[in-house]
């Protein structure tokens, strides 16, 4: 009961220190013992703000050297894989970031050395399935309240502020596919209750022409063919005024689950000269600040209690296969087929 | 089937103009044949695109030489008592633009002549009544969906852009509690099934300090008991930036109905830099637009199958001496008895 | 100013009562000579409720016989483009009800005909054109409000009540992608500013199996590649439980207009035991009775004014054009070229 | 930094189970050290899944002999003051929910003693100040984002599922103005910037007639004058069948901000059946819960950090004053006037 699991973080960028506060600050089973970062900023972060003691510069000696049980992996996506496999290789249960990798080679690597070591905990951090409206709207769809879920609706929409600073990234992050609409995949696959089988991207550079210099884009659709006969349309933007307007339909026989329309910032409404409005959220960790502490209590209660995570590696896999899946169809503009 | 009702109009301002144009334009059993105006410019408009053939200058002119049937009175509210006894006397039916006066006495006076010609058919412009909405929520209430209703939450609310043009009319309306709230006590009365009998009001020339100085306000509440203990808050607004936004709420034992809110000006939700936003309604003429019809075809429809109309001179009585208890109460700073 | 045209129609069932019923009791510039049906109950209801005084069982009888300057043809589709042949032919201005037809040959031979005959006027009935909302919507667009559209959302949905009684129409109708979507087709184009260029259909009949055998679906999606490299998703179902659901959504760079969520059926909220809610349409009719009126007093306008209608037969036909794609897309599972 | 708070708490009800468990596992700078109830169910929660070491079934028992710094006092309404002013002169920072007493000599009492230590931390816990939402109004309103707000329209609203059970608590809590209002009056000062001056309150026991035998009510509004010449409409009810629908609107000279309509539970939207709908939230804990924690760790850091509370004992006295006018003005059905 009062067990504390003893953590490590690799990785202390803006989504690296969100995870390291809740474990630092939030959360009564965790101690946040060692943090690794080549950036000398993040290490004193980690030491000033978080009170971490052990620090470290190179990723193989945290794993070696400090006294762990489990580690989050907040790095860059093209690091996860390999420390990933690193970790398990050294006994400890490990917390992903999402995506597990750009390439399904990769995940199956991890998938190979996971299955040797299979009492380590292991998940990537699907996080929308942890926030509340979404647990929601899947307890609502499992009561049978929709009838059959035939048809998801899913974007990832980020407020056009960070396009810019988004461009230098694509290249690490597998371009906006693998970034954004990989959670999109992730729900339509946890709603339909199968995997995606056809696809057909399109979009473009319709904003920031930058996007397009690299082969990627600020706007992206695709339409998705399920291996069970059912349906999805997969929406990205880089480049909405509004704010961070991220939104999920599941359409059924018996009715219809809305989930985040509008992206309203809280419950205050404002009547002026600009009509009835709602002002919206700005970020993602905004919208997802809760679910991301949800998410990371679960994990750790999975080491404590030997509960399977709900995000596995074989879920992250898929969503890696379809995610490469969308950026050929977009780069090469004809239907692909998944598998 | 094919009768058409030979109709006179008196006031072709902002108001009468839009009945006006009902009455030409989209009925098919009304012969708009004549009109009387003081104005020349409205008496051109009367003309020119209502081609009306008999036009007046002179009330009592009209009511002698017109061959009529039915009259619209829409001029000032101080001409509507002894425009429509007038009427009535000549024989004619008699649409009243609400208020019917802003003394109980001028209210007596029109039901006594009415009262020696009850082939007559009369009525006092209480549009809301005859809005879809509201139509929809009484049918509601009377097919007991929200239970037993024993509270209103009404207000008139008009954009901040007419605020500076109405002081001028302050003198002639009776003021924001004749002028706005009669409204929303006709409201009362009709979903409470009651009326009102102690009331408590204030308010303020919060915005535009020309009304304080006649006595009058630009935002006003007051609070109501009703004979049958049920009660209600009823608010007027000269200074919404938003735009008109007028709204009723019913509470009920099982359930509550609001009608109105946001005010939006259509279908349109715009997400920009302003937030999830709906522009809304600029005025009562366009909220209740379709309303304006339905109720004039009400009437004319009355008239011609012998059916008593919704709104009755006992009721825009009752409703007078409300707003009079209104107004006496904010000037006194008391509560006040309404009968 | 005071012309009436004098207007003949063909077809009264459902739709053709609702055209039937605003030609004759809503318009001042028309009169309603002729009306021609199969049907001995809607003939019936030409001559009692409409009081029309020319009647025909036979379509070409009508268009010889009777004083006509215009018809509207509201027969099934199947008949569009013959009848409307016939009537450009023996110098009739023609409202046709969409879709003109469906094949792209009967498009043209119509538009062949029509071509000869520049001073008729013609105009194929995508009403959704004429609603206010959309109107707004257009309006705000071509202000620079959002700045370049790049993305259209758009969906045509009925109560799920219907379905079973449309299954016998799939073989005259042309089945969901001409019966529902030709006007996501039409909107798509006139807020795109582009054709259609490749599509990728896919949906079943996941509700109401009849449609399945009829090669049809009850639900289907596409998404769509326009010429000047904007996109589009379309979708249609016959399966809503909570109304008739239609809605589009327009991305620009700089904000997002959405069209018809939620489709409330008036503006009166609920909250109950069932939560805070809000009843919503039942049907299309329900939805663009307005429209429908507004439609076909443009066209009449367009009659007296010489004006060219907003809706040509040349869009007509690449509505026609796309609709065909998106059914053989479906059928075909694969990517469809429109040209 | 690192400094605990050696905290008690005394009352482990409903209210105070939510208190205890935020301050046993949500706040780093808390260690709650004792736990005093009458109730051995409730002594057996501390120790058992609070693990609290010291428990007590006597208060002046705890007061004296536990190792303590601050004490939360989350009892019955009547036992408040006796127990604030206990821990005052044992040297203890007092945490007391709201209200702080339903008479003004006991708020008197409590100032009295509190001056005596000016040193030692005191508030009263009107969570509502503490929202998100009601942060954000608030500095909005700062920010002159409505100009002059000059009308507060305020309500608490339960469910009506907890009615019934409240019958039996209204003697101790004072009744519903004291119990529900008592929130809205705090924020109706705090928004408008004034103290109330006169009140009109009326009501009644509309639905669970057993509130009317104790004298008091399931539903109630009261109109409110405040000294600076605003105004506010000020509501409570037992009986809403939607949910906790508690809900603030704030009216200025250039806007109004709404907080908390639709109450919805979360971001999830239902189309079925019943509509368009939002299933609402089910109790003022639910709706506050994050409030709570906000609040808990205010106090906390006023301690660590010595800063004043935002919530006085004075607000407290004046909002007690309030309510007791409310409950007079209800009672005597006549306008009363606060001071």
Chains 1, 2, 3, 4 share one sequence.
């Not at 953590?7 to 690296?16: H, S, T």
């Not at 049978?144 to 990234?169: N, R, S």
């Not at 989930?259 to 409404?269: C, D, M, Q």
Request: contains cysteine.
């Amino acid at each position: 009961m009062n067990r504390k699991i003893k953590v490590g973080i690799v990785g202390l960028g803006r989504m690296g220190k969100e995870y390291a506060d809740n474990l630092a600050f939030k959360m009564r089973a965790v101690d946040l013992v060692a943090a690794c970062s080549i950036s000398e900023e993040e290490l004193a972060y980690a030491r000033d703000t978080l009170q971490v003691k052990q620090l470290y510069k190179d990723y193989d000696q945290m794993i070696e050297q400090a006294d762990l049980e489990a580690v989050f992996i907040i790095s860059s996506t093209d690091m996860h894989a390999s420390q990933m496999i690193k970790a398990l290789e050294a006994g400890l249960h490990v917390f992903c970031e999402k995506p597990l990798a750009i390439t399904v080679e990769s995940c199956v690597k991890v998938k190979e050395v996971a299955s040797r070591h299979p009492h380590l905990k292991t998940t990537i951090g699907f996080v929308r399935r942890f926030d509340e409206s979404y647990q929601y709207a899947k307890a609502k769809i499992e009561s049978g309240a929709i009838g059959i879920p035939f048809m998801v609706k899913a974007q990832t929409v980020d407020k056009d502020t960070v396009a810019e600073f988004q461009i230098k990234y694509v290249n690490k992050s597998g371009g906006i596919f693998h970034d954004y609409n990989v959670h999109d995949i992730d729900l339509t696959r946890w709603f339909l209750g199968s995997e995606i089988k056809t696809v057909h991207a399109m979009g473009g550079a319709f904003k920031h022409k930058g996007f397009a210099a690299l082969g990627d884009a600020d706007n992206v659709m695709t339409s998705c063919q399920l291996e069970n006969g059912t349906m999805a349309v997969i929406i990205a933007s880089r480049t909405a005024m509004v704010g961070h307007d991220t939104y999920t339909e599941i359409v059924g026989t018996l009715g219809t689950l809305r989930i985040g329309r509008p992206p309203g910032k809280n419950r205050v409404e404002i009547y002026d000269q600009h009509g009835a409005r709602t002002e919206c959220l700005d970020t993602f960790m905004e919208r997802f600040e809760d679910a991301f502490l949800t998410m990371t209590e679960d994990f750790i209660d999975c080491i404590i209690y030997d509960r399977q995570p709900l995000c596995t590696i074989d879920g992250a896999m898929e969503a890696t296969r379809a995610a490469i899946a969308f950026t050929t169809s977009f780069k090469e503009k004809r239907l692909v087929s998944v598998s």
